[in-house]
């Protein structure tokens, strides 16, 4: 049984930074893709970043919103994907959600394509 297990979330100042882990269990993912997704209140679950696995070549793509401040990065021997957030701003207040996608997917932007999902960790940036 796959688990995808986020920690890290927390309450920041704006301007802080926050470190994400997501622990995958179950199965091994180094040559999957992995995610982070993230929903606010009333808006739809949006792509952050990705980090392709062996199968793609390991690339990081990353919304507009977020890069140059996030940084994805993954330890295959600990089976983890981690989310570096500097520069937070109230506007990255979200729920941040872990996604693994099966071998072989062609988009890591596209929510559709991820059939592993964590629980979701809380991010809250204070003005």
């Known amino acids: 049984q796959v688990q995808l297990v986020e920690s890290g979330g927390g309450l920041v100042q704006a301007g802080g930074s926050l470190r994400l882990s997501c622990a995958a269990s179950?199965?091994?993912?180094?040559?999957?893709?992995m995610g982070w997704f993230r929903q606010a209140p009333g808006k739809e679950r949006e792509f952050v970043a990705a980090?392709?696995?062996?199968?793609?070549?390991?690339?990081?793509y990353y919304a507009d919103s977020v890069r140059g401040r996030f940084t994805i990065s993954r330890d295959n021997a600990k089976n983890t994907v981690y989310l570096q957030m500097d520069s937070l701003q109230p506007e990255d207040t979200a729920v941040y959600y872990c996604?693994?996608?099966?071998?072989?997917?062609?988009?890591?932007?596209?929510?559709?394509?991820?059939?592993?999902w964590g629980q979701g960790t809380q991010v809250t940036v204070s003005s």
């Open positions: 996604a693994a996608q099966r071998r072989g997917s062609i988009d890591p932007r596209a929510l559709a394509e991820y059939p592993y």
């Open positions: 179950g199965r091994t993912f180094s040559s999957n893709t």
């Open positions: 980090a392709t696995g062996s199968w793609n070549g390991y690339s990081s």
